[in-house]
């Protein structure tokens, strides 16, 4: 049970760039959730994986210190739920909800999200250097708030320019 958490559903273990992958996987759950069922369970969903994900994350890595396995994206899931709730939240508390998120938002938390999660600059980095299962968590989570945060500011810039 512990391996169908840490790679979601088995979506670790599609090769090449199982990272990406389950980026991908989480951003079509991510969407259709907010969609269908809201910000607010977007929200609870995030927390939820989150906690999980630090659960499964040290019980598969109890005995392997300092190792972060490519097929674990269960991290991947959680920095790219937080990632999406930036925008969400931003169409949730904002005037004129949209059924589903618009494409850009979507799309830049996806491409803003594997970006910080590969260049891993500041926190990001620093979390990573950590070489726990903890490490393994929090990189992708300041991934997700630096990546929600850049969309949020990108949104804000575009309808600035191109409202003004």
């Known amino acids: 049970m512990i ?18 992958w389950g980026s991908v996987a989480a951003l079509a759950l991510g969407v259709v959730m907010d969609g269908w069922l809201g910000f607010p369970a977007l929200l609870v969903a995030t927390i939820a994986v989150t906690a999980l994900g630090f659960w499964a994350c ?23 739920w937080l990632a999406l709730l930036f925008p969400a939240a931003a169409f949730f508390f904002g005037p004129g909800k949209d059924a589903f998120l618009p494409w850009p938002a979507w799309v830049g938390a996806f491409v803003m999200f594997r970006l910080f999660d590969i260049w891993k600059p500041w926190l990001v980095g620093r979390a990573d250097r950590r070489h726990d299962a903890a490490g393994v968590m929090l990189d992708d989570l300041w991934a997700g708030v630096f990546a ?3 969309v949020i500011l990108g949104g804000i810039l575009w309808h600035a320019v191109l409202f003004s």
Do not use: K, W
Not at 3 to 20: D, M, S
Not at 62 to 76: H, T
């Open 3 to 20: 391996r169908a958490i840490t790679t979601f559903g088995y979506v670790g273990l599609l090769r090449p760039a199982p990272g990406t």
């Open 58 to 80: 040290a019980q598969a890595l109890r005995d392997r210190p300092g190792e972060d396995p490519s097929e674990i994206v269960i991290d991947e899931v959680a920095g790219q």
């Open 148 to 150: 929600g945060v850049t």
